[in-house]
């Protein structure tokens, strides 16, 4: 038993260099991978399709796919995973990570971009670096899809609206004849340049169990 | 006597001709003689009592005169007047602006006007009493920040905001009132009579902040979104939890002892007004939005649903003695929402306009005001007790700052830094609130005279000082700046895209946040509130609503590069339209998508139309939605057809885009032309003068001189070749040319223009330039035929949309 902790404890030390999160947050984490995996190992996709609150969820497909992507692992892989263990999950969380008061201004763009990429990737599915048109209607039509009334044809309409946008930002002088193909990192940064990522892409991680106690400290 | 009105008609000349020169408009020029007259009336009681007998000999008086009758309201008019023209006038020198907050610039005009009538010993008129403050010139003031707070970042930090308003009033006022109560026990400065209640309720005066000049620096350097909607939201609701404690303690203060069960009291007191004061904002919001669910009947009483219900809230709130500004606050934040879904755009614009013009008109007034009384009325003057005020209310406010976000901070996932607190503790400005509130001082406090000294006076000091340095202050800290003018739809996307990535990973790990409720509130919203309270209860996500604000803000712009007129089209926009607009005319549209832009363009092009038809049939006003519906129209396919041309051929002036517009021809080909006769010409002749006279910051200007060049070009250009042939040769070329026929039409540009010019050598103003606006699509009906139209015709819809009637539905699947 004594052992099997001290092993834990080293396990949680070594995820906290590599993710940024306090062991009490990874206790945390923890906590719920095993009761997302029934206490196996591993997640598999089903277990996260089976959470109740994320059924109404527009882009679940999405998000459930980023967490199987390899790319968000920081380990220039490419593919998906069929299971991932708990420190695919914590990698994938780490980041939603906020900054503190600590953080530098280098390290605060670094993270934003970092952020970025994990949308990107979430629009970019097939892993060529751009987001085509069809991908952008894609992830338009599912977060359009739980709004009822507004159809195939709007989510496409405004799909490609915003991909006009992209285009005509990032190449002013483009002749009537060009095509478009995609847009590429370098212009998806260029599009949500002055965008407020901070207050939107982050989760305070609790440092205490949720059960116990409704608001805990998040480390500062 | 003579002197004075001399001497008074000349300074108000000073200022009105100073004002008129500045502003250069001549729509503004004819109530100055009323301006000049302002103050001349109250002698001339005098003299028509003199005159008044002759007159009676006879049995019919030729002329009368009855001033006192009219006296109140006349003045008051005067004082609106004076009040706004001082606004025009610095409003058009922007640089002024820019580095000096408004409100510096009305007291000093305020003190100004009061030196003037000190010197005449004249009376300031006794219009501020407690009653008018609270019945009438508060509620305007809070209904304007309670119906323009921005909701989603509002609710993103409720907390912090009600921390600060609630918490951050209560610590300043006890703490002020603490150590003043301490200042005055000390025999030098011999203010030992100003008990404990009165020094609290003084405190709780001087304590309510008030940073309009704050929140506009804000927004002006972009700050981020935190901070603004902590100062936005602590100005909103601290004037709340500031009128509470101030009835509590002014009921307080006049008992001459106070028990320690009244501190209890006084602490559920607290609550139940506070409370109180939300719960008959919500419900009387609720009624608001179902009321406006049954008046697309009535549009023109529309916007007065919401006036006379935020107003009642007010009122009956009031009545119960309980906060009446939290219940005017939460009614227009809950009917906000559903009412601009359920009312017309346009009663939307008006409720906006009329929103924003009662809340600057007393706020104006109640500046300027100040002014006035700071010259005119006695003061008692305490260098120790006013100077310690300053000191404390300065220290208390950042010490208060500084303590609260130390408690707040572990409990936000973006904690306020030392630079945002900074911002938060120096935008503590106090205003019109706090001088209102110690001006109405009931007359049994002994000292009132000092305190309204005492008030002015930090009121003077905070508003010119803080607010004239602020704007260098927070630059130079570079505090954290987000921008919030992104009005594109790809941002749109990616906030949606945000809010439900971070929803969903919450879930994953099973924690909740604001995600999460807000996620919960939408379902409910959607389910059931929306099913109640809004009439086309149809679910429209963010994104859609921002694409059509923008499609709609494409369209207007054109409105307004035309005529200046944006009143014709529904303009949600036009409170905001200035900054967004002039990042969108920009835009360039690549080949490959262009049809499918145009196809998104005249789809929501025809669901406006829809709404606007659905609710014009009982309309007063004739048929004109019809007209603006075409104008619309013409001008969605004007910009269709120039948006390529636009960047090949940079040489032609921005103008052009009107006259030389081939476009709309094939759309008001459906209508015939009777339909489009003089009684429309009128009607949106009529409405043209008045926008542009309502329209702000040298918006009018520039577009009619803008108007006004491409008339005299066109003069030139009457001499040209037959228009039919040419435009035949043009669309012929077109034909060959561009593969996209519906746009790339540049050389078709150029023979339009003919075409259009000749109808236009007699136009030499504006209102002509609208007039041929309207004439043109009855010109164009002839050319149509002979013509064959072909490039126009082309055009998926142009057959399809014949019949006004045939709608979205039926036509898509023709064209897919």
New interface residues.
């Given amino acids: 038993m004594g052992a099997k902790q001290t092993r834990s404890a080293q396990k949680y030390q070594d995820l906290t260099d590599k993710t940024g999160f306090s062991p009490e947050q990874i206790k ?2 923890h906590k ?1 991978f095993q ?2 995996s029934d206490n196996e190992e591993t997640i598999s996709r089903e277990n ?1 399709e089976k ?1 109740p ?2 059924a ?5 497909k ?2 459930i796919d ?2 199987f992507d390899k790319r968000n692992q920081h380990q220039n892989e490419v593919g998906a995973f069929q299971e991932i263990g708990f420190e695919q999950f914590l990698m994938v ?1 780490s980041h ?1 990570r ?4 600590k953080t530098t201004e280098e390290e605060r763009e670094a993270m934003r971009k970092e952020k970025l990429r994990f ?1 990107f990737n ?1 629009h970019d599915t097939d892993n060529d670096g751009t987001i085509t048109l069809e991908e952008y209607r894609k ?2 039509e599912e ?2 899809s739980k ?4 159809g195939l ?2 989510a496409k ?2 799909a ?10 990032n ?4 002749a ?5 193909e995609g847009i590429t990192f370098e212009h998806f940064e260029q ?2 340049k ?13 440092d205490v169990d ?1 059960m116990t106690m409704r ?1 805990g ?2 480390k ?1 | 006597m003579d002197l004075n009105i001399s001497r008074r008609a000349a300074a108000l000349l000073i200022l009105c001709s100073g004002f008129s020169l500045l502003c250069g408009c001549r729509g503004e020029v004819p109530p100055k003689p009323t301006g000049g007259v302002t103050i001349v009336p109250p002698i001339k009681p005098d003299n028509g009592p003199q005159a008044y007998p002759e007159a009676e000999k006879s049995n019919l008086p030729v002329f009368t005169m009855d001033y006192p009758r009219i006296q109140i309201p006349f003045e008051i008019t005067l004082w609106m007047l004076l009040a706004s023209f001082a606004k025009i006038g610095f409003h058009v020198y922007h640089k002024i602006t820019i580095w000096v907050p408004e409100s510096c610039l009305l007291i000093s005009i305020g003190l100004i006007v009061g030196a003037i009538m000190h010197s005449v010993h004249e009376e300031p008129p006794a219009v501020l009493t407690s009653n008018v403050f609270f019945l009438y010139m508060l509620p305007p003031i809070v209904l304007d920040s309670g119906y323009f707070m921005p909701t989603r970042p509002f609710f993103e930090n409720i907390g912090t905001v009600l921390w600060f308003a609630v918490v951050g009033t209560l610590w300043n006022s006890i703490g002020i009132g603490m150590s003043l109560f301490a200042i005055c026990q000390i025999e030098a400065f011999g203010v030992q009579d100003i008990n404990l209640q009165e020094n609290l309720l003084f405190a709780s005066i001087i304590s309510a902040v008030d940073p309009v000049a704050v929140l506009n620096v804000f927004e002006d350097v972009n700050v981020n979104e935190q901070l603004y909607i902590v100062v936005f939201g602590e100005c909103l609701f601290n004037d709340a939890v500031t009128v509470v404690l101030y009835n509590m303690f002014s009921f307080v203060a006049e008992m001459p002892v106070v028990e320690p069960v009244d501190v209890f009291l006084g602490v559920a007191r607290f609550f139940v007004v506070g409370l109180g004061g939300m719960g008959f904002g919500i419900l009387f919001g609720f009624v608001a939005a179902f009321t406006t669910r049954f008046t697309s009947k009535v549009r023109e009483i529309e916007p007065l649903f919401i006036f006379m219900y935020s107003y009642l809230a007010y009122l009956v709130a009031e009545l119960f003695a309980i906060s009446s500004i939290m219940a005017i606050v939460t009614c227009a934040l809950t009917m906000k929402y559903y009412v601009e879904e359920n009312v017309s755009q346009r009663s939307c614009t008006t409720i906006r306009h009329v929103v924003k013009m009662l809340g600057s008109i007393s706020e104006t007034l109640i500046f300027f005001f100040l002014g006035v009384v700071t010259i005119t009325t006695e003061h008692e003057w305490n260098w120790g007790y006013i100077l310690f005020t300053l000191l404390f209310a300065f220290v208390w406010r950042g010490l208060g700052v500084l303590v609260l976000t130390q408690i707040i901070n572990p409990f936000r996932t973006i904690p306020f830094n030392l630079k945002d607190q900074f911002g938060l503790a120096y935008g503590g400005l106090r205003g019109a609130i706090s001088f209102a509130l110690a001006f109405t001082l009931p007359d049994n406090i002994g000292r009132k005279q000092l305190f309204v000294t005492a008030t002015i006076a930090i009121i003077l000091f905070t508003v010119f000082l803080q607010g004239i340095s602020i704007r260098p202050l927070i630059e130079f800290i570079n505090v954290r700046r987000t921008n919030r003018n992104l009005g594109t739809i790809n941002v749109e996307i990616h906030c949606r895209l945000m809010e439900h990535t971070i929803a969903g990973i919450e879930d994953l790990c099973g924690q909740w946040s604001h995600f999460y409720w807000k996620d919960k509130f939408m379902k409910f919203n959607n389910r059931i509130l929306r099913r109640i309270l809004i009439r086309d209860s149809r679910a429209e996500s963010s994104i859609v609503a921002l694409y059509k604000k923008l499609e709609l803000q494409n369209a207007m712009e054109i409105l307004d590069t035309v005529s200046g007129d944006i009143s014709a089209a529904p303009s949600i926009v036009s409170l905001y339209e200035e900054k967004k607009s002039s990042a969108k005319p920009k835009k360039k549209f690549l080949a490959a998508d262009l049809r499918n832009m145009h196809d998104i363009l005249s789809k929501n092009m025809y669901k406006i139309r829809q709404r606007t038809v659905a609710y014009t049939n009982k309309h007063t006003l004739p048929n004109d939605s019809q007209t603006k519906e075409i104008l619309i129209r013409r001008h969605t396919s004007i910009r269709r057809s120039l948006r390529p041309g636009s960047f090949q051929s940079t040489m032609v002036p921005k103008s052009h885009k009107y006259f030389s517009l081939p476009a709309g021809q094939s759309l008001d080909l459906k209508f015939p032309p009777a339909r489009l006769s003089y009684t429309d010409d009128h009607e949106t002749l009529s409405e043209v003068a008045y926008p542009t006279r309502r329209s702000r910051s040298g918006r009018p200007t520039r577009s009619s001189s803008r108007a006004m060049m491409p008339l005299r070009r066109l003069d030139t250009l009457t001499e040209a070749p037959s228009v039919d042939t040419v435009g035949d040769g043009g669309r012929i070329t077109d034909h060959g040319v561009s593969r996209t026929n519906s746009s790339y039409s540049d050389s078709h540009v150029a023979p339009r223009r003919h075409l259009n010019s000749s109808n236009d050598n007699d136009s030499g103003s504006v209102d002509n330039l609208r007039n041929n606006h309207h004439e043109a699509p009855e010109e164009e009906e002839e050319p149509q035929p002979s013509s064959s139209s072909p490039v126009w015709a082309a055009e998926p819809r142009d057959g399809t949309t014949r019949n006004p009637l045939l709608r979205r539905p039926q036509w898509n699947p023709k064209k897919k």
């Fill in positions: 945390n984490l719920r009761q997302l996260l959470i609150a994320l109404n969820n527009p882009i679940r999405q998000i980023a967490f969380m939603f906020p900054p503190t008061l949308l979430m992830v338009v977060l359009l709004s009822g009334a507004i044809e709007a309409a405004i490609d609206a915003a991909m006009l946008e992209v285009a005509s930002t190449v002013p002088h483009m009537p004849d060009d095509f478009y599009i949500l002055g965008l407020e990522m901070e207050s939107r892409m982050h989760i305070r991680f609790l949720t608001c400290k998040s500062s």
